[in-house]
């Protein structure tokens, strides 16, 4: 509750000089840098036409944008609810304002909220898993893969599109699921 409070951040440090106080989401200009450099881990970055991530601060989505080229689109899978008319981006940490040209954030794959889930979600996440080996979390990337397939599903994609899914991680969130309702 007391995240933003800049008194308890300072009485933090002082408390605990050597650490490193990560804002919440890795929120800030070193979580930007951090999330420019994705791209450049690529060695075919430049034939990539999408770059999908899912959005709750917008730190990755704000990174990315930052090292796209011309010719991507970079799309945000908004996890919030209620954020219509809400961009999760502080546009104050996009390098090129031309860029925000190429950024799409979509809202309607949040399935209820932050960390909220619904069985059509979990059951996507089994299938993904069963089909693929890939895990991913009710919270950040199961919304997200699940977008990026209806998505696709609906020709949202031009034909021939070569699309990018950064999975974060965030598996963690799964442990509070009751046991049995994720196959991995």
Known sequence: QQK??????????LEYPDALIIPEGGS????????????SLL???EHYT????????????AGL???SLKHQQIIGISILKGT?????????????REKINRL????????????????????????LYSASGIPTDFVYT??????????ALNNYFPAGSRILIIHSGGLQGNLSLAPGRLEF
């Open 28 to 39: 800030g200009g070193p979580g930007v840098r951090g999330a420019q450099e994705i791209l």
């Open 84 to 96: 219509h008319g809400i961009e999760p981006l502080n546009s104050s940490f996009i390098q090129d």
């Open 43 to 45: 060695p075919d970055a």
């Open 4 to 13: 933003s409070n800049p008194s308890f951040l300072q009485s933090l440090q």
């Open 142 to 151: 199961g919304k997200l893969l699940y977008a990026v397939a209806d998505l």
């Open 50 to 61: 999408h770059g999908c991530c899912a959005a709750g601060t917008g730190t990755t989505l």
């Open 104 to 127: 799409r954030v979509i809202h309607d794959y949040h399935f209820g909220g932050y960390a909220k889930q619904t069985p059509a979600l979990l059951d996507f996440m089994n299938e």
């Open 65 to 67: 944008l930052n090292a």
